[in-house]
């Protein structure tokens, strides 16, 4: 048995509960865990899939990175194949597209995707906490925000119509200052 294929009692992420061998050189742990390649594995890792020179990879995103390198020797299906392939365009998009060589489309990868919006929308206000008319200090039918220009740190507090704000993007709602209005009564809210 190859020596990194032992199943290791520490991570990155404290002492492993469970480990089991994937691949010869490929370790799965347990707990907040991960995938742990051996060095071997790692010279064997296409170069646009590695993160420099680490041989643990977390769980939740890192390991798709592995499955996709590996995907012959762990095994995978065409799903499995299709689902690693999705998580590395969502979450290391410039990997992906080094790996395969193409550009990724506006849909195809969650962080890109937040990146050409946080581009997009830098210079204008952005809501990022709201409070519903539950709250005593919002009109019914209206949202209570706060909102961030990204390019100088400005805030500001508006009121917008409930049902405009559930127009929100997947990354957030952008203040139209033309018809949300300045919510200058804004409650205090707890630091």
């Known amino acids: 048995m190859n020596a990194d294929n032992r199943i290791p009692i520490k991570s990155p992420w404290g002492a492993v509960q469970y480990g089991r061998v994937l691949a010869d050189g490929t370790v799965s742990t347990a707990g907040h865990g991960g995938v742990r390649i051996s060095s071997e594995r790692l010279k064997q890792m296409p170069a646009a899939l590695r993160i420099g020179r680490r041989r643990w990879f977390e769980e939740d995103c890192e390991a798709a990175l592995v499955g996709l390198a590996f995907a012959d020797d762990l095994e995978l299906d065409d799903r499995?194949?299709?689902?690693?392939?999705?998580?590395?365009?969502?979450?290391?998009?410039?990997?992906?597209?080094?790996?395969?060589?193409?550009?990724?489309?506006?849909?195809?990868?969650?962080?890109?995707?937040?990146?050409?919006?946080?581009?997009?929308?830098?210079?204008?206000?952005?809501?990022?906490?709201?409070?519903?008319?539950?709250?005593?200090?919002?009109?019914?039918?209206?949202?209570?925000?706060?909102?961030?220009?990204?390019?100088?740190?400005?805030?500001?507090?508006?009121?917008?119509?409930?049902?405009?704000?559930?127009?929100?993007?997947?990354?957030?709602?952008?203040?139209?200052?033309?018809?949300?209005?300045?919510?200058s009564s804004a409650p205090k809210l707890a630091a």
């Open 80 to 183: 499995r194949r299709a689902s690693m392939a999705a998580s590395v365009a969502d979450w290391f998009p410039d990997k992906w597209e080094a790996h395969f060589g193409r550009t990724l489309k506006p849909g195809q990868s969650h962080n890109r995707d937040k990146e050409n919006f946080e581009a997009a929308t830098i210079n204008e206000m952005v809501v990022d906490s709201a409070l519903g008319d539950w709250h005593e200090d919002v009109p019914q039918g209206l949202v209570g925000v706060t909102a961030i220009r990204r390019c100088d740190g400005t805030r500001a507090r508006f009121q917008v119509a409930a049902d405009r704000y559930a127009t929100r993007g997947r990354f957030g709602y952008v203040i139209d200052e033309t018809v949300d209005v300045v919510w």
